[in-house]
């Protein structure tokens, strides 16, 4: 892993090394490695904390400029891109449903369950994940063990600016319908989004079960049952109401996380 870090890093830097067959051949191992789940463009610590690995995020960068656009024919469907398509889903244990997705790079874990989505290259999602109907992984994403995409979740991906974290969705978490998470946003184990919350970096994260509301920004806490809701800012033209996502209540400790999972549904009416 030094080795390939050493050679990415030097190319990120002069890209005229890209011509060269051996720093090519480098990139592509990285791609490989992230395929393969040996490597990830995030990693959690023992501490509960998350690690983003830059140089491997420079790596997919530096892997669509020495790829060659191809055909990609799946009759009667053809494609035209630079990266191919992941394959042999069943001997790595994985259900996809025609009209699923993901690209090569991108790793699933045995048990995932692909309905018609998308998974973009440098994600990683866990066993025992469904990716429901027009659900998208964006590149790079971390998607946990156990988690829930309902239909038209869109999960941000990134890939520039390096430093910036990617979205993390940790394990046992349940992502309602039509949910957009994008820019890095973090949402930690067991947590509870309900149908239509929008959470980018600036969208205020407002925990109203206390006598005082508290904000967080770019992190839903662990467990956490969240709404969409709104509140009221000044502007020169008027009062208008702005998007903001609501932490109405917690989802119970469990070991049966299915059991808690519908518990906090009905005990906090949250559509989904």
Request: one cysteine or more; proline letters at 6%; charged letters at 20%.
């Amino acid at each position: 892993m030094t080795d390939l870090k050493h050679v990415v890093e030097k190319a990120w830097e002069d890209r005229s090394l890209l011509h060269d067959p051996r720093v090519q051949s480098a990139v592509r191992q990285v791609i490989d490695l992230l395929d393969k789940g040996q490597l990830r463009v995030a990693t959690p610590t023992d501490e509960g904390m998350w690690v983003v690995n830059t140089w491997v995020k420079k790596a997919v960068v530096l892997y669509f400029p020495i790829q060659k656009m191809e055909t990609i024919e799946l009759p009667p469907f053809e494609f035209y891109d630079k990266i191919p398509l992941k394959s042999n889903y069943q001997a790595q244990g994985v259900r996809v449903v025609p009209h699923a997705i993901a690209r090569y790079g991108s790793y699933l874990e045995k048990g995932v369950i692909m309905m018609p989505s998308y998974v973009n290259i440098g994600a990683w999602v866990g066993s025992g994940t469904m990716i429901d109907t027009w659900a998208t992984v964006g590149s790079c994403a971390q998607i946990g063990r156990n988690v829930h995409l309902s239909g038209g979740v869109g999960i941000g991906g990134v890939l520039e600016p390096l430093q910036a974290a990617p979205v993390i969705i940790e394990d046992d978490c349940f992502i309602g319908s039509r949910c957009i998470v994008v820019e890095g946003v973090h949402v930690e184990k067991e947590a509870v989004l309900g149908a239509n919350v929008v959470l980018t970096q600036s969208t205020r994260i407002i925990d109203v079960t206390g006598p005082e509301p508290i904000t967080h920004r770019g992190r839903v806490p662990a467990r956490s049952v969240v709404i969409p809701g709104a509140y009221a800012k000044e502007f020169p033209a008027g009062t208008y109401q702005v998007s903001c996502a609501l932490i109405i209540g917690k989802r119970k400790e469990s070991t049966d996380k299915k059991v808690s999972l519908n518990q906090a549904l009905r005990e906090y009416g949250v559509s989904v």
